[in-house]
């Protein structure tokens, strides 16, 4: 059968100075941010740390 024996010329897109720098710009970032981040862990108990998120949220006037 020669149904998966079909052999096709493959080539590459043409592209320009500026597309390459671009796609290497895009490429660089990419990996920094899938290899640069970190889980934060909680330190002893989870629900105390989110509930001292609420401590950075802006005061609210009284009026």
């Known amino acids: 059968m ?3 024996n ?3 010329e493959t080539r590459s897109l043409p592209m320009g100075r500026k597309g390459k720098s671009a796609f290497a710009v895009y490429t660089a ?3 920094m941010l899938c290899c640069c981040t970190t889980t ?3 330190a ?3 629900l105390t740390v989110i509930n001292n998120l609420s401590d ?4 609210v ?3």
Request: hydrophobic share 45%; proline share 9%.
């Open 56 to 59: 950075f949220s802006a005061p």
């Open 61 to 63: 006037s009284g009026r």
């Open 2 to 4: 020669k149904l998966f």
């Open 29 to 31: 970032l990419v990996l």
């Open 44 to 46: 002893s108990d989870p």
């Open 6 to 8: 079909k052999k096709k």
């Open 40 to 42: 934060a862990f909680a």
